[in-house]
């Protein structure tokens, strides 16, 4: 079972940053995507930033250039370093892991990955 537990969310104006954190145990290497959602009420939930299987990185076009995703193997711990925050980044942030296709979108549907954290709010205004 991998278990994924993020932190790090809350409330910042606008033009700030926070850093989202995700730890994870279990048997993580059963994933080779493990990356960042995010959801708002009444909407899918999006991908933000994900380790994709290749080992690159991809993002979301609304985060570029401001989001930087990072993981530290050894403590198996992802990192979103969310920068020059707007009040359209306010959502329920969640950590995911799964293996998904190599269709160039399945990186950021939700539907391709298999365990998820609870969630973290971040809220900008």
């Known amino acids: 079972h991998v278990q994924l537990v993020e932190s790090g969310g809350g409330s910042v104006q606008a033009g700030g940053s926070l850093r989202l954190t995700c730890a994870a145990s279990g048997r993580t290497s059963e994933y080779y995507g493990m990356g960042w959602f995010r959801q708002v009420p009444g909407k899918e939930r999006e991908g933000v930033a994900v380790?994709?299987?290749?080992?690159?990185?991809a993002y979301a076009d609304s985060v570029k250039g401001r989001f930087i995703i990072s993981k530290d193997n050894a403590k198996n711990v992802l990192y979103l370093q969310m920068n020059s925050l707007k009040p359209e980044d306010t959502a329920v942030y969640y950590c995911?892991?799964?293996?998904?296709?190599?269709?160039?979108?399945?990186?950021?549907?939700?539907?391709?990955?298999?365990?998820w954290g609870q969630g973290t709010q971040v809220t900008v205004s």
């Open positions: 380790f994709r299987g290749d080992g690159k990185t």
């Open positions: 995911a892991a799964g293996n998904p296709s190599l269709y160039p979108n399945s990186w950021k549907t939700w539907s391709e990955y298999d365990v």
